[in-house]
Structure formats: C-alpha cells, structure tokens
C-alpha cells in the first residue's frame, strides 16, 4: 500500500472476530483502532498486527476523529476507514461480482483520492446492479471512507461528535456544503456482515435510541436549508435516516459560487 496512505480500522467487542482482516493479506499497515479496556484483547487476539490506543473510551464519530489525528500526526496524505466486519471485496460484474483483495479494492479508492474527491468510497454490494455508471457523486458514503487529508486540514473539517449514528452520512454532507464533490465507484464493492449477525461494533448500543436522537440532532442542525434529512422505517422495521443528497448538492454549490463572486 502507498507509504502516503494510512489504512485503518475502528473495532469495538470483536476481538478475535474483526472480518475485514480477511481481506488484507499480508495485513502489514493496517491499524486496528481500539479503545483502551480492550487493549489488551485485541492485544493477545492479534499479536502480530499494528494497534492503535485511542485515548479514552469513546463513540464511533470521536473514535474516527482520533484516526484523523493520528494520520496527521503521521504526516499522511491519505486515510482510509474501514468498518471491521466487511465479509469481501469483490469488483464489478452485474451482482457481487468476482472476489478480490482488499488492497486491489483499496486501489481504487486512492485513484479516486488522487483525482481530487476529498471523500471517496465503493459501492456496498446490495446496491450494485447492472447498467451503472462507474462512479457515482454526491451521494450517501459509509462503512469504507477514504478522505483527503489536506482538506481536513484546509476546512478543519472532523466529524461531527454530537452524531450518535450516521457520522459518516454527516461528513460527506458537510463536504457537498462546502462545494466539494464527493465520489464512490461501481468498479468494486464491498459487502459487509449480515446486519445483527456480528455482535459488538454499533450492536453494543442502543442503536434504535442512538438513531433517533441523532435524527432530532439533524433536523436542528441542517434546518436552515430546509427539508434536506429524513427518517425512514422500513418492513423490517429498520430505521434508516436518508439526506436529500441533489438538495444539498444544489445549495453546496451556489454557495461555492457565491464565495467565488466575492472574491472577484
């Protein structure tokens, strides 16, 4: 993997059971990101891998926030987050496609960096299907998020800690806002766990809770550009919150536009 790049992974309770590993051989640069009661687990789980302590026991956005940091204080160009229960990698072909390494996906995901999206990713595999385009912008991204790290450091732009759920959602909408373009690509997908299957991660919490005050958060938070965040139930009963990505993408770049106007 490119030396500019840090590649790394937020676990919580899994121990032992961190899927995504499975993609990565050898695993070498990859960072297990940890809170400190499970150090030691993870510790004696994985020996031989990279360990990063966050510094307190914290929520996924603070957690998240620590891995940029960290990958500052690295001085990286690049970083890549991945959830830690991504079953595959697969490239595109129609459904699932054939399966590949989890560096040749990640490729990938540093082409569309170096491009210039500062927030980019890859299809999650239910959603592929044939006739897509090969990349997709300005839409929902999450589980897998690589972003630019000069464009933390130009925006001071972190995740936003009072999100419970959907920071990842939130990061990429604060980004459309700003007039950036933000990018995932139908050339490889990944296909994380079965939803409940793996437990720990988000599973330890409340998640239903979690979920609804994030929403209440959002509505006051986005509420100066309108109706732009919604909560959704779907038959089985699972919530899901949905941002009107074209609304934001419309107000992002009149913003954009505005600020280019003053500057004249």
Known sequence: MNQDVLVAIPTLGRAGRVKTLKNFDPPEGVYLVVDP???DLYQDAYPNLNLYVVPERCKIAQKRNYILKFA???????????DDDVERFNNWNGWSGERVSGWEALGEVIRLLKQGFPLASLSYQPYVFKGR?????????WCLLGIDLNVVKKENLFFDENALECEDFDFAAQLIL???STAFSFRYNFAPEEWKKNKGGMQTYDRKSLLLQTYNYFLEKYSEYGKVVSLHVKKNKKMEIKFD???????GQNRLKMSNNERK
């Open 37 to 39: 009661h499970e150090e």
């Open 72 to 82: 500052l204080e690295l001085n990286k160009k690049y970083v890549i987050q991945i």
């Open 133 to 141: 385009v090969d990349v997709v912008l300005n839409q929902r991204i």
């Open 178 to 180: 700003r007039g950036y």
């Open 245 to 251: 990505w074209k609304k934001l993408t419309i107000i």
